[in-house]
Structures are given as C-alpha cells and as structure tokens.
C-alpha cells in the first residue's frame, strides 16, 4: 500500500516508443535487444515487446520475464559470459539458443547443459575506457586468445555462430563502436579459418540515454554506420543486433521524492527553528525518502549528475546552499552534499529526471525502506502507434494496466496531480 508521501517514479512510455522510432532512423539495419538488467519494470519491458524488440537478459528470471510476455525465444539472447549450470539448463527448456560466452570453461558447462546452443564470441573492444561503467576489465577475450577457444568449441562439437562485444555502459568515444566493429571483422575471419560459419555480430549495449549525456546518440551512430556498411556490408547477410540498455529507458523516467526532514545550518551551529529568518545566510540539510541504497544508487558508481527540479511556484524563489540526503541511517547516503534551491519545507517534493536506468533494479531494502513505485503515462499518440502494430488479438492480450490506456492519467495524490510531463 502506497503512503501518500511515498517516493515515486513517473514512467512516461511515449518516450520509449518515440526512441524506439530514432533507433530505427538513426541503425536500420541493427536489431535492438534490449538489456533487461537496466529497467525490468513491467512497463517498459511490455512496450518493447509489443514494439517487436529482442531482448538481452542476464539471467533465469530475466529470461522467465519476457517468456511471460509471450515473446519468441528466438528474440532472447542470453548474454552473461558466466553463466550458472542451472540457468542455461533452464535457457535450453525454453528453446533460448543465442548466448555468449568468452572463456573455455563456460564450452565445458555450455556443453554438458545445452549442446545445441549457437554461441556467441565476446571479445574485449579495443577502446572501452570513455566510459560511464567499464565493462573491459571483467568480461571479452583478447581477440589473440580467440583461436584457441574457437577450436576448443569445435572439438566440444558447440556451434559458434558470431561475436559480440560491449564498449562500456555510457560511452562517450565516437571511436570506440567503429574500433570494435574492425575488430570483430578479424574475428569473423577467424571463425572461417576454425571452420565456423559466422552470421551473427552483436554490438553490444553503451549507447547514451539522455540529452545530457557527454555525446549524443546521434553523434555515435553516424560513425558506427559508416564501420558497419563498410565491414558488414549488407550483401554479405550478417545479421546485425545490438543489446542498449540505458539508450531505451534513461530519460523516460522521472522520480519524485518528498522532503521528510529539514535542519538549518546557520554557521557551524544547527538552527532551531529550521527556518531562513535571521542575519546570517542559513544553509539547510533536507532530508527524503529515496537515497543511495535505493534508487539512487546509481550515483554511487560516479558519472551521474543528480540535478533536483522544484515545482514552478518556487521558481522566483531566492536560492540557498543546501545539502539532499536519503533516508537511511548511514552517513553516506547523501545525494547532493552541496547545491542550490529555494527554500523547501517538509512535505515539499523534489524531482530528479532522466532515472530510468540502473535505478530501482539495484535498489537495496536497506532500513527496510519501501522500493519506489512506478506510474505510468503514455501520450495519446504514442499509444496509437502502438496500437496499430498490433493486431486485434494482440491488443486483447496486450499486458499493460488499463491506466495506461489514457493518455489522461488521474491520480488520488495531489503531486501526481500537478506534474506536468511536457
Ligand atoms: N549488454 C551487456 C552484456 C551488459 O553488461 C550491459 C550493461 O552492463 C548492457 C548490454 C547494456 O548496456 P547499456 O545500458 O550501456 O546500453
């Protein structure tokens, strides 16, 4: 049961759709398989599927989520290098064939619990260091090591059928994708000379999200279009996906969160009565409901610039020095250890956008804090563009809640109420 001054996330759907559209646009001949890790929300996973997405999962549950959904295995790949036995049994059970590995003893497993799986080589990009999280340290091999694990997989009788590769979660280097590309193209080689016959190239997730990122999205794809048409030419039929997380549900999210304390700082001393009344300029401590253990965890892996938003009535407001601290009782749950708004009181609700990715599915229940919800919205036209992709059947069976239906959504709480998604 939600309190009415619960932390909450405002989902707005139109926003994957209308991304789903620039990909298309922007990487026509690149599946998207979207990696589920960054935001398994009902909603959002429900919208890609009806969308026609792939999906990258990480795990048996992963996997057992977009099963729900009705979605063909053959648009799942399983792509954790490191896999549990249990879990790629269950990935065979329900036909999900496409998985990747990068090291010999993951052929030994993939062969003793899914023989027939079609196999994907990870390789370690050449530029994966601009990045918001590095990914190279822990996962890909070396292409020099490739040949050795590509004739371990034909001596096992594996079928290995591409590769794959992953430039960094946020990644900021326009050369990196067109460096991985090259890369991979020398595996692809490879893969002839070992007897393999590749048709499968991955490119991976670490495409930006939103418009503050370091580089836009369209800055990246330019450069990756031009390395693809020119080592993946479409006459040779290499099919192309990629696994974006980050890039699909970043900037559809926004979340609320209320003020739950306050202290005033007035020099080194803590004032009374909270307030800004005085002769010397206060600084306040406010404290809320959602913090670094929760949905803001994210912050902790540096990178993110939290940047709190306040109602338009605060707008003429006079700005203060402020700190913004989470609820728990740690000391390093701080979000904001110095920034500037106007003053706010308890009960006043803050908004932090472009949250959707890697937020509340790290979130810990440390304290015992409630997880932070999600509402959903989806602009009327949105809605029909989906709608239209679907057939009848469908739309029936379509998994979303009716609220989403309505492009007007109508909320109990007064901060809902208010909120203006323009
Ligand atoms: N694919 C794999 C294997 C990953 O590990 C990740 C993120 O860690 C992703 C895709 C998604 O990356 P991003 O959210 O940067 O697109």
Known sequence: MQDKDDAFFIA????????????KRELPRVEPFYAVKCNDNAGVLSVLAELGTGFDCTSKLEISKIMD?????????????????????????????????????????????????????????PNSTKAQSELGMKFGAHPKDVPKLLKTAKDLGLNVVGVSFHVGSGCY?????????????????????AGFHFDLLDIGGGFPGQKSAKISFEAICGPLRSALDAYFPESKGVRIIAEPGRFFVASAFTLAVN????????????ADDNTSSGDVEPKFMYYVNDGVYGSFNCSVFGGV???????????????????????????????????????MHIGDWLFFHDMGAYTMCAATRFNAMPKTRSYYVMQESAWIQ?????????????????AVKSPVVEFSTSPLAAYNLA
């Open 305 to 343: 610039d939290l940047k709190a938003e306040v109602f338009e009535h605060y707008a003429d407001e006079p700005l203060f020095t402020c700190s913004i601290w989470g609820p728990t009782c740690d000391g390093i749950d701080c979000l904001k250890d110095e920034t500037q708004l106007p003053e």
């Open 69 to 125: 959904l009705k979605v063909s295995p053959s648009r799942v790949i399983y792509a954790n290098p490191y896999k549990q036995s249990s879990h790629i049994r269950y990935a065979a059970k329900n036909d999900v064939a496409l998985m990747t590995f990068d090291n010999i003893s993951e052929l030994h497993k993939v062969k003793a619990n899914h023989p027939n799986a079609k196999l994907v080589v990870r390789i370690l990009p």
């Open 12 to 23: 707005d759907l139109s926003d994957i759709v209308r991304k789903y559209k620039t990909w």
């Open 259 to 270: 003020i739950i304390a306050k202290r005033a700082v007035v020099g080194e001393e803590i």
């Open 386 to 402: 989906i709608e239209h992709h679907m057939n009848e059947e469908d739309l029936q069976s379509f998994p979303l809640s009716p």
């Open 173 to 193: 280097d326009p050369t990196a994708f067109p460096a991985a590309v090259a890369s991979a193209r020398a595996v692809f080689d490879m893969g002839e000379t």
